[in-house]
DNA sequence: ACAAAATGTAAAGTTTATTTGTCATATTGG
DNA sequence: CCAATATGACAAATAAACTTTACATTTTGT
């Protein structure tokens, strides 16, 4: 699983604090995850997408290892 | 989070144990799943959406809970 | 009706996501 | 330059995903 939340979020000009804030998981969370320390759930990955207006394929790509 | 895995795996003609295989889970997890037991990590739903050819959001849908 | 296949369910165990707390370093604005 | 803010990172704890095993019920095909 790759993804590319740092980019969406420096487009949309978001502390790693406000994103967090906005989809309700701790700070931490979306930084190990633009880290790629691990896969999301479903429901964050859905809310990202939203918040971001992108499609959930655009955001998290499925890696050969997957 | 809803999901409409049953009514896709219905349409695609596979049983759970099928289903499981192709995408390298335990049919309990299918059967848990379509049961709306848990949410799934974004690595199942992203091959859920790719075996059954649709957009993530198709088959997974936020609920003003989540 | 019978046998086989499919489904529902549940408990116990393992692995992984996520939180909370904390600290160090980097970046930014006045 | 200084202070505040933002980021990276790590460890311990908790929650949740997922597996394995096992059994009961339902559905399907002949």
Redesign the pocket.
Known sequence: MKNNVKVQRAIHNL???DLAGRI??????I?????GK????T??ALKLAKLFEKDVTEIFELEPTD
């Open positions: 502390t790693q604090q309700g998981v701790s700070r931490q969370t930084n190990a995850l633009e880290a691990y896969v999301p759930s429901v964050l």
